[in-house]
T-cell receptor, first 114, second 108 residues
Framework: DAGVIQSPRHEVTEMGQEVTLRCKPI?????LFWYRQTMMRGLELLIY????????DSGMPEDRFSAKMPNASFSTLKIQPSEPRDSAVYFC????????????FGPGTRLTVL | DAKTTQPNSMESNEEEPVHLPCNHS???????IHWYRQLPSQGPEYVIH???SNVNNRMASLAIAEDRKSSTLILHRATLRDAAVYYC?????????FGSGTQLTVLP
């Protein structure tokens, strides 16, 4: 298996622009997670899905952030409009159905908002 | 959420064992103890997890105190590739809450 795939790996944009980050989970995994990592706040869980349905989005910072999972093999995290404080590395992870199942992380997308 | 306490940093010599401690005095009965690590410029990587009993896998061992209020991740022979931030996480189910972890430096 190729593991969790994220694109793009790097994104540089200007303040006010829309940014879309993409994730393909491991085939057969029915949980998908979006995390954000910054120097100041560390790794934070933003939202997670089960069987394409958002379960907990309490970590989403504000309405400018939205996430969707239209099918089992694809998810997006959108920021509109983007701000410099959104600059971070965004990770996607997926896991299987059991409570103790390992989360497998993608390589991340490094977002820079100028 | 139950919290964990880890040293900010540790050093080890290459090819020697490393014991990474974690305190979690407020752990609840349903909390799994997870260890992940993050190598430079990579996403977190699963290391090991357990509930009550000590666990071994090809990467490491996890020793859990009898009262479950602390645990120790054991790397049996540290290599340069093991230099990373190691996170000890308590999770009753899905949500992993990452703290600041322990930065492990492996000296050649």
């Amino acid at each position: 298996d190729a593991g969790v795939i994220q694109s793009p790996r790097h994104e540089v944009t200007e303040m006010g622009q829309e940014v879309t980050l993409r994730c393909k989970p491991i085939s057969g995994h029915d949980y998908l997670f979006w995390y954000r990592q910054t120097m100041m706040r560390g790794l934070e869980l933003l939202i997670y899905f089960n069987n394409n349905v958002p379960i907990d989005d309490s970590g989403m910072p504000e309405d400018r952030f939205s996430a969707k999972m239209p099918n089992a093999s694809f998810s997006t995290l959108k920021i509109q409009p983007s701000e410099p404080r959104d600059s971070a590395v965004y990770f996607c992870a997926s896991s299987g159905p059991l409570a103790g199942d390992t989360q497998y992380f993608g390589p991340g997308t490094r977002l820079t908002v100028l | 959420d139950a919290k964990t306490t880890q040293p900010n940093s540790m050093e080890s010599n290459e090819e020697e064992p490393v014991h990474l401690p974690c305190n979690h005095s407020t752990i609840s009965g349903t909390d799994y103890i997870h260890w992940y690590r993050q190598l430079p410029s990579q996403g977190p990587e699963y290391v090991i997890h357990g509930l009550t009993s000590n666990v071994n896998n090809r990467m490491a061992s996890l020793a859990i105190a009898e009262d479950r209020k602390s645990s120790t991740l054991i790397l049996h022979r540290a290599t340069l590739r093991d230099a990373a931030v190691y996170y000890c996480i308590l999770a009753p189910a899905r949500q992993l809450t990452f703290g600041s972890g322990t930065q492990l430096t492996v000296l050649p």
